[in-house]
């Protein structure tokens, strides 16, 4: 049996806002935006992408899942998502870590990684 990885799965208040969002932040584009979906993927016919779904009730805890990026510039990458609307996020970091925990603009956490090292 073989899988393909097609898409994850967004909870969103506002599933337009937060999808357009991260596309902007991804570089990404709209490959679906009905009213209760908008789907983003990184070219129109490149998996796997991000699908937000309107739900009802709003974020409570942390989330159980979340992306990982590893930026080219550390530092500019993070000035960059802040400026676009991202918010630094407390998960439990002792602060020595090598990353910095972000929350887009519903309070969903993802990790901008220290660049990799040539």
Not at 3 to 25: I, N, S
Not at 54 to 60: A, F, L, N, Q, Y
Not at 99 to 104: E, R, Y
């Amino acid at each position: 049996m073989a899988l393909e990885w097609e898409q994850m799965m967004v909870d969103a208040a506002d599933p337009e806002a937060l999808g357009r969002w991260w596309a902007e932040a991804l570089g990404w584009v709209v490959v679906d935006d009905s009213a209760e979906e908008y789907e983003i993927r990184p070219e129109k016919d490149r998996l796997p992408g991000l699908l937000f779904c309107r739900v009802p009730e709003g974020k409570v805890v942390k989330n159980r899942l979340h992306l990982d990026f590893r930026p080219d510039d550390h530092e500019a990458e993070v000035a960059r998502l802040l400026a676009l609307g991202a918010r630094h996020a407390d998960i439990g970091q002792t602060g020595e870590e090598p990353w910095v925990t972000l929350a887009d603009p519903e309070g969903n956490e993802f990790c901008v990684l220290a660049q990799r090292r040539g």
